[in-house]
């Protein structure tokens, strides 16, 4: 006979996110797990800290955020020199996360390019 919590069991359905569970193996990690990780490690820490610091948690590594920077630098520079287009404002989005370590779109959809041992 089997023992319960050794076999992944196999009458499951065929649905879901544990659809590929097969004898003996692990159910697969979510895709946002290093991320959510960190965002429980964070409130954690940082329970009495203002709103705005809970929902901007730190998701972009070194090199994105110079990166980001840059390519904002770059699209301002469009509207003062060359064709002097207002579309160069759009360079203020990668500016300013790449100012603050936060990309919000980063946080909507699960990821981060901060390693997990770096996380602050």
Same mark, same amino acid.
């Given at each position: 006979?089997?023992?319960?919590?050794?076999?992944?069991?196999a !009458? %499951?359905?065929?649905? /879901?996110?544990?659809?590929?569970?097969?004898?003996?193996?692990?159910?697969?990690? &979510?895709r #946002?797990? +290093?991320?959510?990780?960190?965002r429980?490690n964070?409130?954690?820490?940082?329970?009495?800290?203002?709103?705005?610091?809970?929902?901007?948690?730190?998701?972009?590594?070194?090199?994105?955020?110079? !990166? %980001?920077?840059?390519? /904002?630098?770059?699209?301002?520079?469009?509207?003062?020199?060359?064709?002097?287009? &207002?579309? #160069?404002? +759009?360079?203020?989005?990668?500016?300013?996360?790449?100012?603050?370590?936060?990309?919000?779109?980063?946080?909507?959809?699960?990821?981060?390019?901060?390693?997990?041992?770096r996380?602050?």
């Amino acid at each position: 006979m089997l023992k319960p919590g050794i076999f992944a069991c196999a !009458a %499951r359905s065929a649905v /879901g996110p544990r659809a590929s569970l097969q004898w003996g193996h692990a159910a697969p990690q &979510p895709r #946002g797990h +290093i991320v959510a990780a960190r965002r429980a490690n964070h409130h954690a820490e940082n329970e009495g800290r203002p709103m705005l610091a809970k929902i901007l948690l730190p998701n972009m590594s070194a090199t994105d955020r110079m !990166a %980001r920077v840059l390519l /904002g630098l770059i699209l301002l520079s469009l509207t003062v020199l060359g064709p002097k287009s &207002p579309w #160069g404002y +759009i360079g203020l989005v990668p500016l300013i996360t790449g100012l603050v370590g936060s990309c919000l779109l980063y946080t909507v959809l699960g990821r981060s390019t901060l390693r997990l041992d770096r996380a602050h």
